[in-house]
C-alpha cells in the first residue's frame, strides 16, 4: 500500500499558525488507542514483507508552556500480522514496533472552546521485533521452512495532527483523535533459522528491511494538572448601601491597551463629570478576559488602566487624585470558563468616589 508520505508529514508540520495558541500550562499526561496501518516494508533483495493493519496504543507526558506550545516525552507500541498463502506455502507472524520519542506539539485557538487542533513532530528510537514463520513446498523440490524470531533498534521520528475536546465541568480533561505518520527510515537486518526436508540450512536466513513507514489513528484522553475550574459567579453578600459613586466602563479590544474613538468618549465624559461633583479619589481598574496566562493578563490588565489615566489626566483631572490597579483576569463581568475571549471582560472602570 502506498501513501504519499514525504507531502503528507511537510503538511502538518508546515499548517500555518494563524491563530492565539490555547491558554493551557503545566505538566500533564495522555494516552490514546487505534489502528495501525504499515505500509510494505520493502526488502534488500528485491522483495518485500506485507504485513496487516493492527494495534497502536501510546502513553505520555509533558510540559505546556502557556503560550501554545508543549514538549512530552511520549513511549508508544504498534503491531502488524504477516499472515500470508499462495499455491507454494504459507507465511504468518507478526512486526511489533516499541518506541521511545520525544514530541514537540502546537495548541491552536480557533475562537471555539470546544475544540483545539494542534499539530507537531517528534524523534527518538524504536525497537522493531520480527516473527516469521514460512513454510515452501515448491514442484520437484524438498520441503522448507524459514523461522526469524528477532530484535533491532534504528532512529524512528513521527509527525502529528490531532484535535483536542476539552470536556465541559472537568477542568483540564480533554479528548482527543489523532493521525500519526511514524517511521522508522534506517534499514534492519533479522536473521534466522532454514530447515530443507527437515536438515538445518548452513545459511542462514536474513531480512534487510529497507524502512518501515505506518500511518496511526487514535482517540485518547489527556489531563492537564494545572487547569483552574470555571469562576463562579459572585455572590452577593448583604452589607451597608455604599455613599453614591459614578462609575464609567471603559471596553477594549482582544490583546489591545490602545482606546478606541467610542473609548475616548467614555474617558472624557468621566472627566467632565468629575468637575461637577465633589470627590475624595477616582480609581481606574484594569482587567482582561481569560484568554492567555495568568502572569500576561495581570500585565495586559495593568497597561489598560495606565492609558486610561493618561486619558484623564490629558482631559484635566489631576494625576495626584488618580488611583490605577490591574486585576487580570479575576472578578470577571460575564462569568467564564478559562480561554473565553469575552469582550465584556475587557475593560477599564473608571469609580469616581
Do not use: C
Request: charged share 15%; net charge neutral.
Amino acid at each position: 500500500m502506498r501513501f504519499p508520505r514525504l507531502s503528507l508529514a511537510i503538511a502538518l508540520i508546515a499548517t500555518p499558525l494563524v491563530a492565539q495558541a490555547q491558554p493551557f500550562q503545566g505538566l500533564y499526561i495522555g494516552a490514546g488507542a487505534g489502528y495501525n496501518l504499515p505500509e510494505n516494508y520493502p526488502l534488500s533483495r528485491g522483495s518485500q514483507l506485507e504485513p496487516h493493519g493492527g494495534f497502536v496504543g501510546l502513553g505520555n507526558a509533558g510540559y505546556a508552556l502557556g503560550n501554545g506550545f508543549r514538549f512530552e516525552l511520549e513511549g508508544n507500541y504498534r503491531q502488524g500480522h504477516l499472515d500470508h498463502s499462495t499455491i507454494a506455502g504459507t507465511t504468518s507472524g507478526s512486526v511489533q514496533t516499541y518506541g521511545v520519542l520525544v514530541n514537540a506539539l502546537f495548541d491552536i485557538d480557533v475562537g471555539a472552546p470546544w475544540i483545539y487542533p494542534y499539530i507537531g513532530g517528534g524523534v527518538g528510537y524504536a525497537w522493531t521485533h520480527l516473527s516469521r514463520h514460512s513454510l515452501f513446498t515448491p514442484a520437484s523440490f524438498p520441503l522448507i521452512r524459514d523461522s526469524v524470531g528477532q530484535t533491532e533498534g534504528n532512529f524512528a521520528f513521527q509527525a502529528i495532527g490531532g484535535l483536542s475536546f476539552p470536556i465541559p465541568g472537568v477542568p483540564g480533561l480533554s479528548l482527543t483523535t489523532e493521525y500519526r505518520f511514524f517511521g522508522i527510515p534506517g534499514s534492519e537486518s533479522f536473521t534466522g533459522t532454514q530447515l530443507v526436508a527437515g536438515v538445518p540450512s548452513p545459511v542462514p536466513v536474513t531480512f534487510k528491511v529497507q524502512h518501515q513507514y505506518n500511518h496511526s489513528f487514535l482517540l485518547g484522553v489527556r489531563y492537564a494538572f494545572n487547569v483552574a475550574a470555571p469562576v463562579p459567579a459572585p455572590v452577593a453578600q448583604t452589607a451597608p448601601a455604599p455613599a453614591p459613586a459614578r462609575s464609567y466602563l471603559v471596553f477594549f479590544d482582544w490583546d489591545k491597551a490602545t482606546l478606541t474613538d467610542r473609548a475616548r468618549q467614555v474617558v472624557k465624559e468621566a472627566a467632565d463629570n468629575s468637575t461637577r461633583i465633589q470627590y475624595t479619589r477616582i480609581e481606574v481598574n484594569g482587567y482582561t478576559d481569560t484568554s492567555g496566562t495568568p502572569q500576561y493578563n495581570q500585565g495586559l490588565s495593568v497597561r489598560r488602566a495606565r492609558a486610561v489615566q493618561a486619558e484623564l489626566i490629558k482631559d484635566g483631572v489631576p494625576q495626584a487624585a488618580i488611583t490605577i490597579q490591574g486585576f487580570g483576569d479575576t472578578n470577571l463581568l460575564v462569568p467564564t470558563g478559562p480561554g473565553v475571549r469575552e469582550p465584556q471582560n475587557r475593560r477599564v472602570e473608571i469609580i469616581i468616589r
